[in-house]
Each structure stands twice: as C-alpha cells, then as structure tokens.
C-alpha cells in the first residue's frame, strides 16, 4: 500500500536553529514529491515539486532534497514567520493523485 | 492573479439537511480537486475533475456526497442527509491538468455538523 510518513510530528526551535523535516515514502511508482505549508484556518500553499533522486530545490531558508526513499525540508535560521505545518504529499502515476502525509507541525520562537 | 476561492468558509448546519459548497478554481485550470481534512488527520481526497469529466469518485465516503463541475469552471460538493462525521474543512485545489503538476489550494469550507 503506498504511505507516506512525516517526522517528526511536531518540532519547536529557537530563531536561528536550524533542521530538517523528515518525509519518507513507500510507493510504487513515484511521479513526484510535493512540499506544501499550511497556515491555521488557511488552504496548503505549494513549496516545491522534486521529481527525481538528488534533485534538490530552494526558497528563501528552505531546501528541499530527495533521494529514493525519502524527502528533507532543510530550513536554515529560520525565523518565527517560519511558523506552520508542513505537509509533503507523493504523487503516484497509477492511480493519478497525491498520497498526503499527516505533516509536522512546526513552530519558531522569537 | 485571482486564486481559488471557496465559499461560504464557514457553514453550521443541522443533522440531516444538505448542503452546497462552492469553488471557483484559477481561470483556466482545467483540473479540479476536493479534499477533506480533518483534525489530526491528513487530507483525505474526495474526486478530482478534469474538464466537467470526473475519472476518479473513489475517494467519495458515500453515497451522500455528490460533486459537479460546469463549464470547465465552477464545482459544487454536495452533501445530503448530513451526519456529525462530516464535520470537517473541505479544500478545493485546481492545477493547470492532472498529473504530477502542482496543486492551488482555495482557503476551505469550515463544516460544522450539529
């Protein structure tokens, strides 16, 4: 069955701390990996799309990579704006939707 | 530009009448997407249009939920005889076309079942 698992589930750093998100998959079929951030009361927004091993994408104090079990938000100094739920979701071809994560919920204090 | 909108964001309503939600994807996004989400879970995906053509109701719970979509635009989610466990966040997201293209998200229906 294809799953996708977020780590951790929750995470608080200090302004400046930097880490990393854990997103792994076991899917068959892996068309692309998708990264979004969920705001309280608001829709994802779209992050990145990775769509093969080693390929690696950045925004601002975010980096996401990916290999071919799993995918790593790197968030570097980050700062609490930063502050959201990051959700990652995989895309399999067979049957043409996203398998969501349940996320990790993120927050940065000042 | 315009993004997805969703309306009404928040709606109450009593166990057992109907209701509507309504999504006005990006123009001329021709794939359209429900999602449901519910606390502490993840998004759980409904049905997915492409053009007013629905190849995938799997993810539909049951019966009483029904969607539509008209003129390549605008969808509906419909939900009758409502239940206490549909009470959730229904999310509409739109992509140019289906595939591995990413998704805009509308900022979601707020259902509360009472």
């Known amino acids: 069955e294809d799953q996708v698992t977020q780590s951790p589930e929750a995470l608080r750093l200090q302004e400046g701390e930097s880490s990393s998100l854990n997103c792994s998959y076991t899917?068959?079929?892996?068309?692309?990996l998708f990264w979004y951030r969920q705001d309280p009361g608001k829709g994802p927004e779209f992050l990145f799309t990775l769509y093969s091993a080693g390929e690696e994408k950045e925004k601002e104090r975010l980096k996401a990579t990916l290999t071919k079990k799993e995918s790593f938000l790197h968030i570097t100094a980050p700062k609490p704006e930063d502050s959201a739920t990051y959700l990652c979701?995989?895309?399999?071809?067979?049957?043409?939707?996203?398998?969501w994560g349940l996320g990790t919920s993120l927050a940065v204090n000042p | 530009g315009a993004g997805v909108s969703q309306s009404p964001s928040n709606k109450v309503t009593e166990k057992g009448k109907d209701v509507e939600l309504r999504c006005d994807p990006i123009?001329?996004?021709?794939?359209l997407y429900w999602y449901r989400q519910s606390l502490g879970q993840g998004l759980e995906f409904l049905i997915y249009?492409?053009?007013?053509?629905?190849?995938?109701k799997s993810g539909l719970p049951s019966d009483r939920f029904s969607a539509e979509r008209t003129g390549g635009s605008v969808s509906t989610l419909t939900i009758q005889r409502t239940q206490q466990e549909d009470s959730a966040v229904y999310l509409c997201a739109s992509s140019p076309r289906t595939g591995d293209y990413e998704q805009y998200f509308g900022p979601g229906t707020r259902l509360t079942v009472t």
């Open positions: 123009s001329g996004h021709t794939a």
């Open positions: 249009f492409q053009g007013n053509s629905a190849p995938d």
């Open positions: 979701a995989a895309f399999v071809g067979n049957n043409r939707k996203l398998i």
């Open positions: 899917v068959s079929g892996l068309r692309g």
